[in-house]
């Protein structure tokens, strides 16, 4: 198709869009698909930096919610310390009012 085009197929379609947009439109309209061209690039590099980041994140899930043996004493230690802990506070808040 490009084949046939003439360098006056392309002073014509200058000339066209000239006369249709106006003169002291186009370099506005220019610098308008510039930024928006930029705002592009921006924004899909900042996509393609953040899906690599989020898969790591996924393969280390199931890594984290697995647990160790022996870790059940553990937490029913550190449980009833918590509660503990909450039993001051709210005795302490009762003795404060």
Known sequence: ???????????????IVVLLFGAKRL????RS???SMKIFKAETKDMREEEPASEPEKKELPAATAQPAGTD???????????E???????????AS
């Open 1 to 15: 198709m490009l084949n046939g085009l003439q360098p006056w197929h392309l002073i014509i379609l200058v000339l």
């Open 27 to 30: 370099p506005d309209a220019a």
């Open 33 to 35: 698909i510039g930024k």
């Open 73 to 83: 004493p553990q937490v029913a230690e550190l449980q009833r310390q918590l509660d």
């Open 85 to 95: 802990l909450k039993k001051q506070q709210d005795q302490s808040q009762k003795h």
